[in-house]
């Protein structure tokens, strides 16, 4: 019944029998729905206004309209699936965002620190006593390289207890047990002695060359 309304509008319209409102009602649709202009168009062309060329019109219009509705459905699918397929690839980058962040943070939680690094990677090897609260100035990892490298001529496997005194930065009253070999111990009580700048009052500390127990 619509479609049979709207052709009547279309046959007044054409044939003049249209008031002015009417008519201007008509041609405002027709701006804004190209489908209905192109209905007025056609039928300004059919030369009778006879039932068949209107049953002509009604399905021309019909089949537009029917066009019409399958094109925003076909649009509306694709918006529809481009949405679903964004959606998609958004939650696929931060989950394998998520992956691998926990395995960069696990590489950095069980990762050795500098300080074990180097230590591992000398001959010589220095563990601070908790009976002591001297540190040297330059740091534990300093003086670990320079006893790796003044004790290097020395072969062989020892471990060492040291204490002393810290008067002014410097230590004092020097003991060391562990090994009888007094080139060694020698060599140690000077190294310690050349240390300037200790921090605290008792120093002690275990020292392993070779490969640490």
């Known amino acids: ?5 709207q052709l009547s509008r279309i046959h007044n319209y054409v044939l003049g029998l249209m008031s002015r409102e009417d008519m201007h009602a008509l041609e405002q649709e027709a701006l804004e729905d190209p489908f209905l202009q192109d209905a007025i168009d056609g039928y300004r062309l059919q030369k ?56 960069l943070q696990h590489r950095l939680t069980n990762a050795p620190n500098q300080s074990e690094t180097m230590m591992l990677s000398l001959r010589v090897q220095l563990v601070p006593d908790e ?5 040297p100035a330059d740091g534990w990892d300093n003086l670990s ?40 111990v020698d060599i140690l009580r000077l190294s310690v002695m050349k240390e300037s700048g200790w921090k605290g009052t008792k120093g002690a500390f ?6 640490a127990n």
Request: net charge positive; hydrophobic share 40%; glycine share 6%.
């Open 131 to 135: 009976n002591g609260n001297a540190e």
């Open 1 to 5: 019944m619509e479609n049979n309304y």
């Open 206 to 211: 275990r020292l392993h060359i070779g490969e």
């Open 48 to 103: 009778g206004v006879d039932t068949a060329p209107l049953s002509l019109l009604q399905k021309q219009l019909n089949a537009r309209v029917a066009q019409r509705s399958l094109d925003k459905n076909k649009r509306f699918y694709s918006w529809q699936r481009l949405a679903v397929g964004l959606v998609a690839a958004v939650m696929f980058v931060v989950v394998c965002s998520l992956l691998v962040f926990r395995y």
């Open 145 to 184: 390289k320079r006893f790796d490298a003044e004790l290097k001529p020395f072969s062989g496997t020892y471990s060492f207890d040291i204490r002393f005194d810290v008067a002014n930065g410097k230590a004092k009253n020097i003991r060391i047990s562990g090994s009888d070999s007094k080139a060694v």
